[in-house]
Nanobody, 124 residues
Framework: VQLQASGGGLVQPGGSLRLSCAAS????????MGWFRQAPGKERDIVAV???????YYRDSVKGRFTISRDNAKNSVYLQMNSLKPEDTAVYYC???????????????????WGQGTQVTVSS
């Protein structure tokens, strides 16, 4: 499985961006997909998760501002980011779990495939 993230960029505080992640292979619909982010000097942290049953999970700091979604027909997962803040600045990664995984959804160690990352910078 290969993951290709895109959509990052420079945006002013309060602005919006939509990240996309395209996956290869025929097992996409059976995978838990996650978005993570890593700021300079910090660990890579979970941002949002969508399961193969479309259950959604978010870190507290992005609830109400970010929305994760998926389109199985396009083998893609998205992260709509609104009301962006400077503290959202990071490299954002998409990641996939093995098919039909359960448990440990917020644990980056459970994700076996990673995209290359896309930079999001929130600054005036």
């Amino acid at each position: 499985v290969q993951l290709q993230a895109s959509g990052g960029g420079l945006v002013q505080p309060g602005g919006s961006l939509r990240l996309s992640c395209a996956a290869s292979g025929r097992t996409f619909s059976s995978r838990v997909m996650g978005w993570f982010r890593q700021a300079p000097g910090k660990e890579r942290d979970i941002v949002a998760v969508i399961t193969y049953n479309d259950d959604l999970y978010y870190r507290d700091s992005v609830k109400g501002r970010f929305t994760i979604s998926r389109d199985n027909a396009k083998n893609s997962v998205y992260l709509q980011m609104n009301s962006l803040k400077p503290e959202d600045t990071a490299v954002y990664y998409c990641a996939a779990m093995p098919p039909y995984s359960s448990g440990g959804l917020m644990d980056k160690g459970k994700y076996v495939y990673w995209g290359q990352g896309t930079q999001v910078t929130v600054s005036s």
